[in-house]
Nanobody
Framework: QVRLVETGGGLVQAGGSLRLSCISAGRTFSTVFMAWFRQTPGKEREFVGF????????NYADSVKGRFAISGDNAKNTVYLQMNNLKPEDTAVYYC??????????????????WGQGTQVTVSS
């Protein structure tokens, strides 16, 4: 089994930065593709960004492109989401997700088999 744990959320003012971490434990071959999603109350979970740990390829939602960056440290089984120039509309619970196969594309929630518990990010105006 795979377990994902997110840390690093919190309260920040608009324009500030936060770095989220996602540590994976378990069958690491099942987590070659990892992504971040976010969700606000009453809305569907939204794709934020993706990284392939086998090649380093990344992909981002248009809403965060140029502000957010994903990186991975295979030795630490950790993926990071660096969030800069945060905006109030970035306020959400952020989830880390992992899969061994992108059956429905890298932006689809149903492609990911494993999810963390989420971490709250709140951006004040």
């Amino acid at each position: 089994q795979v377990r994902l744990v997110e840390t690093g959320g919190g309260l920040v003012q608009a324009g500030g930065s936060l770095r989220l971490s996602c540590i994976s434990a378990g069958r690491t071959f099942s987590t070659v593709f990892m992504a971040w999603f976010r969700q606000t109350p009453g809305k569907e979970r939204e794709f934020v960004g993706f990284i392939s740990l086998s090649g380093g390829t990344t992909n981002y939602a248009d809403s965060v492109k140029g502000r957010f960056a994903i990186s991975g440290d295979n030795a630490k089984n950790t993926v990071y989401l660096q969030m800069n120039n945060l905006k109030p509309e970035d306020t959400a619970v952020y989830y880390c997700a992992a899969t061994a196969q992108l059956s429905y594309g890298l932006q689809a929630t149903r492609s990911y088999n494993y999810w963390g518990q989420g971490t709250q990010v709140t951006v004040s105006s």
